[in-house]
């Protein structure tokens, strides 16, 4: 008796079966003929029979007994039989050998019923192959199944039943029980096949339309796109905006945000109300640059040359800019810190971001922060309100019309908040190269790529500057031009400019160097060269208008004939004076146009004991004149009743200007000791520097310019605090040369210097 295991087939009792010839006689070694026995026996598990580690358990107890019926060509035609129980399988052999004993049927169910239920389910497979391609084909083979058992065996490869589902139809004893589970699952298979077409024929139809959607907007487009080369003038907004969004090489976000509003604009239509809002937001989002611009290579030479040829002085900063460019040179890429230029007004902070453009063959921009106070000025406004802008910062971008422009961010410093939000604290996202590559403007709602901005950002002070923004930033200090340095600045760059602006040649005008250094030693007061720009603007108009009336054909301007041509008198500049008066002391002060000299004044009149303090001082100076009047009494014990019978008046003059900060201690203290010990204190000595209660001189801001002012008022001896000797390598070479600086590191110190006892 042949054995054949088989798996995932459902083979019963009383069918045909056809199979493979070479299937068969692979499983055993001798011929098969007609009549010969065989038995199916159905395994657990996908497993070939001659593995060895096959076990008896591999297989369910009941098989299926058969004979060979005949040969059709390649096949074996198989007659099944009857059920029969396994009681023993032998692995042991080359052939599977097996006991078997027969299984008893209930026969519940007669033929004419079966025979009815039979052609309703072969009727409903013919019924649903003729509805496929194939179905000529395969119709034929339908119409010869016998019974539902030849149905379910040609099928049971497709039935959506798992193997141990197939042999429990094997397994039932009752023919009903068995017939209801093969056709159930006939049934099943028929439903699923043609819920399977339906949605397949539905995906096919769905394709269909979009296939010729797609080809219809082709063809519009591709006609529309005729008619645009024709009629430019006629395009409309919507076709202007997708060609738009498809040429200007926007990120995937940016893009389906643009093409929502657009669908948006097409439905809402030019009547609209919303159409202007939805037009203004496709027209900033098209009109920017999203790509990133093709890095040019840069020329450290050249770049140093352009700023020597735009700047003059500036040595350290030229060189820190240097830096930053051979940095990006060697990464070819934006990189490195943010650069926050820190000096008085008219320093070059803001002209020297359009020459660090100029050396870059960059775009230039720049954004005024000034007075900056809602935080939707910096992030933009949400479209939902009405009259929405972008942020200045988009703004500057789309002006720039670069992805990577050189952007200054003007007077940080006065930047403000309220309730509208703090707009410094939005800075820090712009200014953070690990967040900026990501930013989102409120208008925009789509993130936007900054990193490859080199911002650059100037400020008068860091004292209002929040800390967490001054952190992302490198402070590089500009310090005020020394006399010589405006002589050659007016010179070579403001008398040029001033003349080309108001039209006149150099063959009509000729300022003398002697009047040029007039006018800064006697019309301007301040660090930087903004002053001194207006009054040779203001020169050249006057000459344009004697040139105009034909008065003179050329003009010679010499100190003399100064107040001719400029509109405002000579300023008065503190000087010292050679007269001596206990009680009075220079200092030196910064101030936001550069440095001054500072007179403390101090004087004792009858009274109860009474400090008074006049000129407009803030906190800081009054505290420093209470720590020096500390210190000048725990000086002069024997002076007590002096201090209870007088009343101590200390006055800074020019009281209607604000005047506070911490570098004032020292000279309180010496003019306060002048007073008491009514010794005075030679006027060309002037100091700065701020004093502990312990008499320690602590260090100041602001040195080149009060050194600078020391120089211009006639002062010879400058006392400065010890830690600040580094500072002195940023203060030119002229300065230091007409000044005596001492540094100090305690009150005695300067008390000692001066001549006082203490």
């Known amino acids: 008796m042949i054995v054949v295991p088989f798996y995932d087939v459902i083979i019963v009792p009383g069918v045909t079966i056809y199979f493979n010839r070479d299937y068969i006689t692979s499983l055993t070694d001798r011929m098969i003929e007609k009549g010969d026995e065989m038995v199916f026996v159905m395994m657990k598990e996908d497993k070939k029979p001659t593995e060895d580690e096959m076990t008896p358990d591999d297989f369910y107890p009941i098989g299926i007994r058969a004979v060979v019926d005949g040969f059709h060509e390649s096949n074996i035609g198989i007659k099944t039989l009857s059920r029969v129980n396994i009681?023993?399988?032998?692995?042991?052999?080359?052939?599977?050998?097996?006991?078997?004993?027969?299984?008893?049927?209930?026969?519940?169910?007669?033929?004419?019923?079966?025979?009815?239920?039979?052609?309703?389910?072969?009727?409903?497979?013919?019924?649903?192959?003729?509805?496929?391609?194939?179905?000529?084909?395969?119709?034929?083979?339908?119409?010869q199944w016998k019974s539902i058992g030849e149905i379910a065996a040609a099928m049971s490869t497709r039935l959506a039943l798992s193997n141990e589902e197939k042999y429990m139809i094997i397994e039932a004893d009752s023919t009903r029980e068995r017939f209801d589970l093969m056709e159930q699952a006939l049934y099943e298979f028929l439903e699923i096949?043609?819920?399977?077409?339906?949605?397949?024929?539905?995906?096919?139809?769905?394709?269909?339309?979009?296939?010729?959607?797609?080809?219809?907007?082709?063809?519009?487009?591709?006609?529309?796109?005729?008619?645009?080369?024709?009629?430019?003038?006629?395009?409309?907004?919507?076709?202007?905006?997708?060609?738009?969004?498809?040429?200007?090489?926007?990120?995937?976000?940016?893009?389906?945000?643009?093409?929502?509003?657009?669908?948006?604009?097409?439905?809402?239509?030019?009547?609209?109300?919303?159409?202007?809002?939805?037009?203004?937001?496709?027209?900033?989002?098209?009109?920017?640059?999203?790509?990133?611009?093709?890095?040019?290579?840069?020329d450290l030479k050249e770049a140093e040359a352009i700023l020597d040829e735009d700047h003059f002085g500036l040595k350290r900063v030229k060189n820190r800019i240097l830096q930053q460019i051979a940095v990006m040179t060697l990464n070819k890429k934006q990189s490195g810190s943010i650069l926050l230029f820190v000096g008085a007004p008219g320093t070059g902070k803001t002209s020297i971001g359009q020459s660090i453009a100029k050396a870059l063959h960059r775009e230039y921009v720049r954004v005024s922060l000034g007075g900056v106070r809602d935080e939707a000025e910096i992030r933009g406004h949400r479209r939902t309100y009405i009259g929405a802008m972008p942020g200045r910062i988009m703004d500057g971008i789309k002006k720039s019309g670069s992805s990577n422009p050189v952007m200054v961010l003007d007077e940080v410093d006065k930047l403000s908040h309220d309730f509208h939000g703090d707009p410094a604290s939005a800075l820090l996202e712009v200014l953070d190269p690990e967040q900026n590559s990501t930013f989102t403007d409120h208008y925009m709602n789509v993130p936007y790529d900054l990193s490859n901005v080199l911002f650059v950002c100037t400020a008068n002070t860091t004292d209002t500057i929040p800390e967490p923004l001054l952190n992302r930033m490198e402070v590089i200090q500009f310090p005020g031009y020394t006399a010589s340095d405006k002589f050659e600045i007016a010179r070579r760059h403001l008398l040029p400019r001033s003349m080309e602006a108001m039209g006149i040649k150099k063959s009509n005008l000729k300022v003398t160097d002697e009047a040029i250094r007039h006018i800064i030693s006697d019309y301007t007061a301040e660090s930087g060269v903004r002053g001194l720009k207006k009054r040779t603007d203001t020169l050249c108009r006057v000459a344009a208008v004697k040139l105009v009336r034909g008065d003179q054909k050329s003009i010679t301007v010499s100190p003399k004939r100064l107040k001719e041509f400029l509109d405002a008198n000579p300023i008065r500049h503190d000087r010292v004076t050679e007269m001596k008066k206990p009680g009075v002391v220079t200092g030196l002060a910064w101030t936001m146009a550069g440095g001054e000299i500072l007179f403390i004044e101090a004087v004792a009149v009858k009274g109860s004991?009474?400090?008074?303090?006049?000129?407009?001082?803030?906190?800081?100076?009054?505290?420093?004149?209470?720590?020096?009047?500390?210190?000048?009494?725990?000086?002069?014990?024997?002076?007590?009743?002096?201090?209870?019978?007088?009343?101590?008046?200390?006055?800074?003059?020019?009281?209607?200007?604000?005047?506070?900060?911490?570098?004032?201690?020292?000279?309180?203290?010496?003019?306060l000791q002048s007073l008491v010990t009514e010794k005075p204190v030679d006027a060309t000595f002037a100091m700065t520097g701020e004093v502990s209660l312990r008499g320690n001189v602590m260090p100041i801001g602001g040195l080149p310019e009060k050194l600078m002012a020391a120089v211009r008022a006639g002062v010879k001896t400058v006392f400065i605090p010890e830690e600040n000797v580094d500072d002195l390598e940023e203060v030119a070479e002229e300065v230091k040369e007409k000044l005596k600086i001492v540094p100090v590191h305690e009150i005695r110190d300067v008390m000692k210097a001066v001549g006082l006892p203490f």
């Open 87 to 143: 009681e023993k399988i032998d692995l042991s052999g080359k052939e599977i050998s097996v006991r078997t004993t027969e299984r008893p049927i209930v026969e519940d169910i007669n033929e004419e019923e079966q025979q009815a239920r039979f052609e309703e389910v072969k009727n409903a497979y013919a019924r649903y192959v003729s509805g496929q391609q194939w179905g000529l084909i395969v119709r034929s083979y339908v119409m």
């Open 193 to 298: 096949s043609r819920v399977s077409d339906e949605a397949e024929s539905a995906q096919e139809e769905t394709n269909a339309k979009i296939y010729r959607e797609d080809a219809i907007k082709k063809q519009i487009s591709f006609l529309q796109s005729k008619l645009d080369e024709m009629h430019p003038e006629n395009v409309s907004d919507v076709r202007r905006f997708e060609c738009k969004i498809e040429e200007c090489g926007m990120n995937e976000t940016a893009k389906k945000e643009a093409e929502k509003v657009l669908n948006r604009m097409k439905q809402e239509g030019q009547h609209s109300s919303e159409y202007g809002l939805l037009y203004d937001y496709l027209d900033f989002v098209t009109s920017l640059t999203w790509q990133p611009d093709e890095q040019e290579d840069i």
């Open 609 to 671: 004991g009474k400090t008074v303090v006049t000129g407009h001082l803030g906190d800081v100076m009054k505290e420093s004149v209470q720590i020096a009047m500390s210190l000048v009494r725990e000086a002069n014990p024997d002076k007590e009743d002096f201090f209870k019978e007088h009343d101590i008046h200390i006055h800074v003059p020019q009281g209607a200007v604000p005047k506070d900060g911490p570098s004032a201690g020292i000279t309180m203290t010496t003019a």
